[in-house]
């Protein structure tokens, strides 16, 4: 068993070359070998990934070998994948191994090339389906909906951070693990990172496990083990990792609470208590640096500051949360209530901001009602 | 050196000149025109695989100078890479022209671009901006680009199923319509898709989809293609899509219904659970419940049996098919048609008698049934009133598929003691209908003959073959081939069920097989009579136990 474990420790190693310039030196026999040890470690998934400790102790020492967590036990089973895409894609290959690498990619040793496609055809082929389905003239897509890619990227997202979650050692880890997931956001864009971020946090409020299952280890059928195991807590502390990104940095909130329509942040508020009074909160803060402009008769921002909401997003805001569950609901007038109060409790118009939004947002409502 | 290539240059050109038309198959034409080309490409690119695989990467170039502009342009033709296995023979063909020891900069070069042509194919390309954002994450995250785009795709699939379903349920909101043109679109694109199991859900909304329009607005490419795929069996598809597909597109259904006939005839069949084991498979008598469904198949056979002037085996096939169609029937418990809907024209009476089963009448009840079938039939066809030729066949063809009470007749003949001119009659006319020669008259007379003579033979325990021969002669001898097989039918049955028949039937049958041609007529005899005996709850071991040893031997020579 300590064999094994030794041998396990290698895989970050293996990969980072592959991926690195040492390749130069590689021959077609080389090559070979890197692509056998890919198959044993999937092998060495297979056969352990229904027995638990074993899948621990693998797992634990996976991560030793490594400076970041990147890879767990579930990569152990994607590993010819892993390895052969990273030799592709790495320009450093001398041409002997490199036809050597395609040749084994498009005929996988020890399997008969019988009725189950070649992996890499099927990813071939699927590449071209999303390409295909990405027609245009469909419908408009509802704003709290996310968009195909985001969604994917939710997923996988949300896989992993519910192995990091269940695998990685609890105890003292979760500075860690934060920083970790703010160095993998990184990789994104921002307001791409926003809309994934949003998404997993959306996913997560389907049935638990019931997405990301597919996401899950052995990229092959989609079946897994690990998301019969996506416990209620194991997601609690997935949305806990990802709420502490959002609201960590005020900057990054705000911008998140920018980019991203109301309806769904709306619907975010409404389900993760953690985000609701710090949402409030921002409003309430962009809210009382309106100022009334008695000329055009209307709330203006005080500096054309881009980084805060006008009035009309302001109210729009509003108006979605007062759509929400009948707590949020609640939550929210209260709020404008005691701000109205507050502020003097006017009920004339131009005086206070808070009395305008409450006036407007319940005629909204109002009209809303009556129309269904 | 000139090795014949089998891939003329002539090819070669057209598909170049069509890759360059297509481009990247964004317009309307572009994409029908691929569509309809990318059975016989595949082909194409198997050919030049087989031909590439024999030889070095540079001969390679120096034969198909062009091949680079070819691959090249149709990696970036979606339609050509997500169909089928062209992807893997694109693949293939890229690996056969890379070069493992690269002399000069062109070699290395072209290495590049086959390299960059993979990645494009398979991970992130360079290419391809918004691929960029995401496959950084996606690797970081520790999944590759296989993990990313089995999920993409099943995000893809799922909004274009709700979109397309949402309509049936919104009925009269306009709001939510889907338009024509865009069911049409995706219904193209999902052309060179079908075959990729993500894809099976869209395929059975597609399939289900009314909009209310009087026009067909699914295309007709991908009803096809769809028809296609589910008759190779490359994918499967719930009964109610078939059903759909079928009632919708014409085309299809002929074609379903041929393919499944040219299965049946072109394949040897043991036992006929065999046949109708393939029957039951291909949906058609399923299907064959919606009764425009069932007057098409109809057509069809009754063409086929024309064609083939009534060879057994097709008459077989149709028998097994009424069968099956009507347990189907039966066993439908939607909305159900009365079967008599799916014999409009037919008297009624004879209608009925014929559509109840063996099994439903106790075995004692049999004899009397098959008079009654046998009076109203003869009441009908003598009657004046049947002028053309056409109309005496349907009532031919009616009967003729309820084989079943046929072949019982006969065995009623030779097994019970009853008055044979009633059941004589039925299998006179069943072999042969017409009589205007009075050729029918003539085939009853010398049925009669042969019958008395086997009738002296029954009660004989012990039988040579001599005794049997006068019989024999006479199939020989008679012209009439009506006759023939009236008499090949009444003597198979006589050596089954009579006692001194068992004791010789194998001596005696492999004599009708050598010097007569009779012997796939007797093989088609012995299986439905095997079949029926299973399936009718006879009680006769004897003879089952029998036939099974006749036909082994008979098939394993035949």
């Known amino acids: ?372 | 050196m000139a090795q014949g290539t089998t891939v003329p240059k002539l090819n070669f050109e057209y598909w170049l000149d069509k890759a360059i038309e297509w481009g990247q198959a964004t317009t309307l034409e572009s994409q029908k025109d691929v569509c309809l080309h990318l059975p016989q490409l595949q082909e194409f690119l198997h050919q030049i695989y087989e031909t590439l695989k024999h030889m070095d990467s540079i001969v390679a170039i120096q034969q198909f100078p062009l091949i680079g502009q070819l691959l090249g342009r149709l990696c970036w033709n979606p339609f050509v890479i997500g169909y089928d296995e062209s992807q893997k023979t694109l693949m293939w063909c890229l690996c056969c022209l890379y070069s493992s020891e690269p002399q000069n900069p062109v070699e290395l070069k072209a290495n590049s671009w086959i390299r960059s042509l993979l990645c494009h194919l398979l991970s992130s390309s360079k290419w391809e901006s918004n691929e960029a954002e995401s496959s950084t994450f996606i690797s970081t995250l520790g999944y590759t680009s296989a993990d990313y785009y089995c999920h993409l795709v099943k995000n893809m699939v799922f909004p274009l199923v709700t979109e397309l379903r949402g309509n049936q349920f919104n009925g009269l909101n306009i709001q939510g319509r889907v338009s024509a043109s865009r069911v049409n679109a995706v219904s193209l694109f999902c052309v060179p898709l079908i075959t990729l199991p993500d894809l099976t859900p869209l395929l059975e909304t597609l399939l289900l989809y009314h909009g209310g329009a009087s026009k067909e607005i699914l295309s007709s490419e991908f009803l096809e293609a769809v028809n296609e795929a589910f008759l190779k069996k490359k994918i499967s598809l719930p009964e109610s899509a078939v059903f759909s597909l079928w009632l919708r597109h014409l085309p299809s259904l002929e074609k379903a219904a041929l393919y499944l006939l040219d299965q049946l005839v072109t394949t040897q069949f043991n036992s006929l659970e065999e046949v109708a084991c393939v029957i039951k498979d291909s949906l058609l008598p399923q299907a064959a419940s919606h009764p425009a469904i069932f007057r098409i198949v109809n057509e069809i056979f009754k063409n086929a049996l024309l064609e083939t002037d009534g060879t057994p085996e097709v008459m077989t096939i149709i028998q097994v098919f009424t069968q099956l169609f009507l347990q189907a029937h039966q066993n439908e418990n939607k909305r159900k048609f009365p079967l008599k809907a799916y014999f409009p024209y037919h008297h009624q009476p004879l209608l009925t008698a014929l559509l109840r089963r063996p099994f439903e009448l106790p075995t004692t009840h049999w004899f009397q049934h098959l008079k009654h079938i046998s009076a109203m039939l003869k009441a009908l066809v003598e009657d004046t009133n049947i002028s053309s030729l056409a109309d005496l066949f349907e009532i031919w063809f009616l009967v003729a598929r309820f084989g079943e009470w046929l072949d019982i007749a006969a065995e009623q003949l030779l097994k019970a003691a009853v008055e044979p001119d009633a059941l004589l009659w039925l299998l006179a006319f069943y072999y042969c209908p017409q009589n205007e020669n009075q050729q029918r008259t003539q085939t009853m007379v010398e049925a009669q003959a042969v019958y008395n003579h086997l009738m002296m033979l029954f009660s004989c325990t012990v039988l040579s073959v001599k005794d049997l021969e006068a019989a024999v002669h006479s199939i020989m001898d008679i012209e009439q081939r009506c006759n023939q097989h009236l008499i090949t039918h009444l003597l198979t049955n006589f050596l089954l069920f009579s006692s001194g028949g068992h004791m010789i039937a194998q001596k005696f049958i492999y004599h009708i097989t050598r010097t007569t041609d009779r012997s796939k007529e007797v093989c088609s005899l012995l299986i439905r009579t095997a079949y029926r005996i299973k399936h009718n709850g006879e009680e006769n071991q004897r003879t089952l136990k029998l036939l099974n040893e006749l036909l082994q031997k008979l098939t394993s020579k035949v």
């Not at chain 1, 009948?326 to 009395?355: E, H, I, M, P």
């Open chain 1, 1 to 372: 068993m300590e064999a094994v474990l030794e041998q396990v420790e290698q895989l970050p190693a293996l990969l980072a070359v592959s991926r690195s310039a040492l390749v130069r030196d590689w021959d077609a026999l080389t090559l070979d070998r890197a692509l056998e040890w890919g198959r044993y470690f999937q092998h060495l998934h297979d056969r352990f990934r229904t027995r638990p400790r074993l899948r621990e102790a693998l797992g634990r020492r996976l991560r030793r070998g490594q400076p970041s967590p990147l890879l767990g036990f579930p990569q152990l089973g994607r590993c010819p994948q892993l390895l052969g895409l990273a030799l592709l894609e790495n320009r450093a290959l001398p041409p002997a191994a490199c036809r050597r690498l395609i040749h084994s990619l498009l005929q996988p040793a020890g399997e008969e090339a019988g009725p189950e496609p070649c992996s890499l055809a099927l990813l071939a082929r699927r590449k071209a389906a999303s390409r295909l389905l990405a027609l245009p003239g469909g419908p408009p897509r509802a704003p709290e909906e996310m968009g195909p890619q985001p969604r994917t990227e939710a997923q996988l997202l949300l896989s992993r951070l519910r192995e990091e979650v269940r695998e990685a050692e609890p105890a003292g880890e979760a500075a860690g693990r934060l920083r970790w997931l703010s160095g993998v956001l990184e990789e994104l864009p921002q307001p791409r990172a926003f809309e994934v971020v949003a998404a997993a946090l959306l996913l997560l409020l389907l049935r638990p496990g019931s997405d990301a299952e597919q996401a899950g280890d052995g990229g092959r059928d989609g079946k897994s083990l690990d998301g019969n195991q996506a416990s209620e807590t194991g997601d609690e502390g997935v949305a806990g990792l990802l709420l502490s990104w959002l609201l960590g940095n005020l900057e990054r909130f705000s911008a998140f609470c920018l980019f991203l329509p109301g309806s769904l942040l709306a619907s975010l508020a409404g389900h993760y208590s953690q985000f609701s009074r710090p949402y409030l909160d921002l409003l309430t803060g962009w809210g009382s640096h309106l100022l009334y402009d008695p000329l055009q008769g209307r709330w203006v921002k005080s500096c054309l500051d881009k980084a805060e909401l006008s009035w009309e997003e302001l109210r729009e805001r509003f108006t979605c949360l007062c759509q929400g569950s009948a707590l949020l609901k609640g939550q929210t007038q209260a709020a404008l209530k005691l701000l109205k109060a507050r502020d003097g409790d006017f009920t004339v118009c131009g005086l206070s901001v808070w009395t305008d939004l409450l006036m407007e947002v319940e005629e909204y409502l109002r009209k809303e009602a009556k129309r269904q």
